[in-house]
């Protein structure tokens, strides 16, 4: 596969390393009464849809950047690719609004 | 016209036997020129086997090259360029090819049909494993492995291209024209030696002339345009996703030569062009294996391409293509004639008709249709589809992939012409002008579905794995009718040539059977690679030391020459103890380190353990995210040990981290975790915290560090310290840390950090000094005895002190089974802090790390035992928990352990039974503190 990272251009795959569902970014707050609940759905449950799927991977052996990659897991067909750093950061002002 | 240089005769063997061929020749053409018929055997049956196609298909003509450790097995002589001083050699026979003991199985065939090993060699089970299997594991397979390292070089590369086109026959030669002249890039591959396809092996005119004189002109130009690569013998094995194609190219057979013998290619382009030609497929009649059966079109290619006259033929077809062979006699079926059965056990001598004539012939042409080579286009999960006037299967371009394209005979375009013209139309599709067609034959093929002779004889369907069509039939009546479980139930398609002349007659014979069409029945899935691509080709220049990068310590020279034993930790050769004369075995070695260090002063390279530098103004705060306990409030100067967890609340990995200044902190991480944890943080910085100030950089190799442990250790550092420096214990305490210099101006961090129990610092330089300190430090200790310890030392210590290393930190363990359930922040939240408090992790019965002595002094514990409470019987109901780490220790003078206890904080002094199963050793131990040596830590402050 190519992967199309945002700085670099399309780099081979075997330049990163997969980590999965980026519902990884989505870290459940501690102080919640549902703490406990919420951590074990974060830690433990995972959708696995046949099709549009974003996930979560790491340019290991190039800048070490955490990528988040829109990707068909039926056609492998990459539609889309940001930094997860990115990401986060609107999710944060998204939550603020 | 043919292409073999009779000017240039080469000299081979064959089974031992001297033979000349020409330049141009395969192994194959070669040998039927100096008349072998027969080059193996068969698989199951042993039959004599003789050569049946030209090229990738060729099912029956696999032969070993070389010998001894170059020896190669599995290789079709059809696909061999024939070259000075080949050796070859048939396979699958015990005595010679032409007597073959194991030919006994032919005439037991009716023991042998499909599914027989499933049968016949299931009872009684015992005799499976001591019986049955030896004896088949014997029988089986073809070629021999030469089970030594293989001397060849390998290599691998990358390309890139706008447009890969597979194939170099007429379709694919001149798409290549008119993409090269409109100045795109364009790589054309061939498979074969010399490029042309079908026009090489038929003797049509195009513009009037020989089909070679256009070929000669096509590759002229093509290598004279500047954007074209052109790559001959190279196989796409595989099609793989976002443009990625997978390339063996062959350089050479011979042993020795300049460079690479192949090299694997990793292609990317943007749009391929399909232009890989069709495979002409044999009809199943009984005994239709016999050597001198043969596809029509290898016939063809034989007389056309390589000046071989197969005199005495006798052809049998179906369709118009296959009339262009020569032969004494043709037998037509579209008129109602076909062959019952063939005679001549070691060679064809004369074919029966189903008119009841016999005929005489030397050489049987067939030609049963051509199958389009659709193989590379269902790598991505395109199917293709069933076309009843060309009765074959032709790509569907509904499901094919966008950026594929498919043209010629790979198309079911079976005319020269034809092919030309899809090239045109490819080339319009892809924005290129086009060069008018060629004139040349466009002759419908006019098929006629014929695929099976009905007879009591066995009729081969596909002769590598020596199936019959009887065999289909059985499987279809045994309730395997799925062609997924035929082709399972049978081998039907398997091995080395993957069904390219079997799968269509194999699933119209299956077909016939249940009364429904062939895209009723459906067809197997082609799945890459291709054709047979060696491990080698694979592994490339990655091999030996290549493979795995080796990683040497600042102090590897110096530890070579004082007699280290070195052991691997993951890249890392580290100094695993130093032996000195006199010494019996490993142990007196580490024994002698671990009292030395305790008595005076030792010295270990710690440059393995991971260093990570971490800087920013929010540096503290991240830490106190990643670590379980506190580091913001950490001061300039000191160090602090921490704990991290994964967020499943299981502790990942364990090391000190120091202040430098308030931006700056310098982490260490165990030698295995370095990686690991750096993309930890990583994760934690930019997925999970990304608006904290903070960045990280690994200076794991920028660093050379010591650990200096010992009562003198101090002494020996006053030495090496330069004097503007104070490292009295009142003004650099246990757990400081600063920047200071050594050896008169050499920039060094100290820090006075102990995992022995000893009063102990670690000192990193600039990895290039390492070298230089360590020789300086060792002649500046000559006056305290100071020695260098080893891996093992290093262990022994740090179990006798009770700390937890890789053993503990395994992956099951939590911050309160380590004993540091303690360290855990109260006032905030971290990685993995609220899964660590389930109730399955924290209740008393969890287990925690205590120390074991053996009740009956000198008893040898070993690690990986398990605890039973006295009296229970040693089973896994009664398990209570098991020894993680063991030593002797040379300080107590007795064997010392670590391990896992149910509820053990609360169960000291208890004595339990560690049960060893695996090296047969019980014993008694007594539960004790893990703390073995100086419990209080009073050494370390001093």
């Known amino acids: 596969m190519i992967i199309n990272h945002p700085l670099l251009g399309p780099r081979d795959s075997s330049e990163f390393s997969y980590l999965g569902d980026a519902a990884l970014l989505n870290r459940p707050s501690a102080k919640s009464e549902t703490a406990t609940d919420d951590f074990y759905r974060y830690q433990y449950l995972r959708d696995n849809p046949p099709g549009e799927h974003r996930e979560l991977w790491y340019h290991e052996h190039g800048d070490r950047s955490w990528l988040v990659i829109t990707r068909n897991m039926t056609t492998h067909a990459i539609t889309k690719v940001e930094l997860a750093r990115d990401v986060k950061r609107a999710m944060i002002e998204a939550s603020k609004s | ?942």
């Open chain 2, 1 to 942: 016209m043919s292409l073999i240089d009779i000017n240039n005769p080469l000299n081979f063997t064959f089974d031992g036997k001297a033979h000349s061929g020409f330049e141009g020749d395969t192994l194959a053409s070669a040998l039927l020129r100096s008349g072998v018929r027969i080059v193996g055997r068969s698989f199951k049956y042993h039959r004599p086997r003789g050569i049946m196609g030209a090229g990738a298909e060729e099912p029956n003509a696999l032969v070993e090259i070389h010998e001894g450790n170059v020896c190669e097995p599995n290789r079709r002589a059809t696909t061999i360029k024939l070259f000075e001083g080949l050796t070859a050699k048939s396979q699958n026979h015990m005595g010679s090819v032409n007597f073959d003991f194991l030919a006994i199985n032919d005439i037991l065939h009716p023991f042998l049909a499909a599914g027989f090993y499933y049968k016949t060699f299931m009872w009684p089970k015992a005799f499976w494993e001591k019986l049955y299997e030896p004896i088949i594991r014997c029988a089986a397979g073809l070629g021999k492995l030469a089970l030594t390292p293989d001397p060849d070089s390998y290599d691998k590369g990358f390309l890139h291209c706008e447009f890969l086109i597979i194939g170099a026959g007429p379709s694919g030669l001149l798409t290549a024209l008119n993409l090269g002249r409109a100045g795109k890039q364009v790589i054309l591959v061939d498979e074969d030696f010399h490029m042309g396809g079908r026009i090489l092996s038929e003797n049509y005119e195009i513009n009037s002339d020989g089909g070679i004189k256009w070929v000669t002109e096509a590759l002229n130009e093509l290598e004279n345009l500047p954007t074209v690569r052109l790559l001959l013998r190279t196989t796409i094995y595989g099609v793989f996703d976002h443009g990625i194609y997978g390339g063996l190219e062959t350089r050479t057979d011979k042993i020795g030569a300049p460079g690479p013998r192949q090299i694997l290619w990793k292609i990317n382009a943007k749009h391929a062009v399909l232009a890989a030609g069709a495979t002409e497929r044999p009809i199943a009649f009984a005994n239709n294996d016999r050597p001198g059966v043969m596809l029509a079109s290898a016939v063809r290619s034989y007389k056309n391409r390589f000046g071989i006259d197969l005199k005495n033929t006798a052809l049998l077809t179906n369709n118009d293509n296959g009339m262009l062979t020569e032969a004494n006699h043709i037998i037509d079926i579209r008129n109602g004639h076909h062959i019952t059965d063939v005679n001549g056990r070691k060679g064809v001598t004369s074919v029966t008709l189903n008119t009841g004539e016999k005929l005489k012939a030397d050489y049987v042409a067939i030609s049963g249709g051509w199958n389009p080579n659709v193989h590379l286009t269902c790598h991505k999960r395109a199917r293709p589809i069933w076309n009843d006037t060309l009765s074959c299967f032709v790509p569907d371009g509904n499901t094919l992939s966008s950026d594929m394209s498919v043209i010629g005979a790979a198309k079911g375009t079976f005319s020269t012409h034809g092919a030309f013209r899809d090239a045109n139309k490819v080339s319009e599709k892809l924005g290129c002008k086009t060069i008018p067609l060629p004139k040349t034959e466009d002759r419908p093929i006019d098929v006629k579905a014929f695929w099976h002779v009905k007879g009591t004889k066995r009729a081969w369907v596909d002769f590598q794995n020596d199936v019959t069509a009887k065999d289909i039939i059985l499987a279809h009546q045994e309730g395997f009718s799925s062609v997924e479980h035929v082709k399972r139930y049978t081998t039907l398609g398997m091995a080395t040539d993957q069904g390219k002349t079997s799968n269509v007659v194999g699933l119209a014979v299956l077909a016939e059977a249940t009364n429904q069409t062939i895209p009723q029945t459906g067809t197997t899935i082609f799945r890459p690679p291709y054709t047979p691509v060696p491990i080698g080709a694979f592994a490339g220049s990655h091999r030996g030391q290549h493979f795995k990068q080796i990683r040497l310590t600042p102090s590897h020279k110096y530890a070579s020459e004082n007699n280290a034993t070195f052991v691997e930790t993951g890249y890392w050769k580290r100094a695993q103890w130093f032996s000195r004369a006199g010494e019996q075995g490993w142990r007196d070695s580490v024994d002698r380190e671990v009292i030395m260090t305790r008595k005076s002063v030792g010295i270990c390279d710690v440059t393995t353990l991971g260093k990570i530098d971490v800087q920013g103004r929010d540096a503290g705060k991240f830490l106190n995210k990643v670590y379980v306990n506190t580091f913001s409030t950490l001061k300039v100067g000191k160090c602090r040990y921490g704990l991290m967890l994964r967020e499943d609340g299981i502790a990942m990995d364990d090391g000190t981290t120091a202040r430098l200044s308030d931006t700056h902190f310098v982490m260490t991480t165990t030698t295995a975790k370095a990686g690991p944890v750096f993309k930890h943080l990583e994760f934690a910085r930019q997925c999970l915290y990304p608006n904290m100030d903070v960045h990280l950089i690994s200076t794991t190799d920028q660093w050379a560090q010591f650990s200096i442990a010992g009562p003198n250790a101090r002494k020996l550092l006053q030495k090496i310290v330069d004097p503007d420096f104070d490292i009295s214990n009142e003004a650099f305490p246990y757990m400081a840390c600063g920047e200071l210099t050594v050896c008169g101006g050499t920039r060094a961090r100290l820090f006075r950090l102990s995992f022995s129990g000893e009063l102990a610092y670690e000192i990193s330089v600039p990895a290039r000094y390492g070298d230089a300190l360590i020789r300086e430090m060792m002649s500046q200790g000559e006056e305290f005895d100071a020695i260098m310890y080893g891996t093992e030392a290093l262990g022994v210590m740090r179990i006798e002190k009770g700390h937890a290393a890789g053993n503990e930190l395994n992956g099951t363990t939590t911050a309160t089974a380590l004993g540091l359930g303690g360290f855990v922040s109260k006032k905030k939240d971290c990685i993995g802090k609220v899964l660590s408090r389930r109730e399955g992790l924290i209740s008393d019965d969890s287990m925690t790390m205590v120390g074991f002595l053996p009740v009956k002094q000198g008893d040898k514990l070993t690690n990986g035992a398990h605890f039973i409470s006295k009296g229970e019987t040693a089973k896994a109901l009664n398990d209570q928990g098991y020894m993680s780490s063991v030593a002797w220790s040379p300080t107590l003078e007795t064997y010392i352990g670590l391990g896992f206890l149910k509820n053990g904080k609360n169960r000291k002094d208890e004595v339990l039974s560690a049960v060893d199963f695996v090296r047969h050793n019980h014993v008694d131990v007594k539960v004790v503190s893990p703390h073995f040596v100086d419990p209080k830590g009073e050494r370390l402050r001093v």
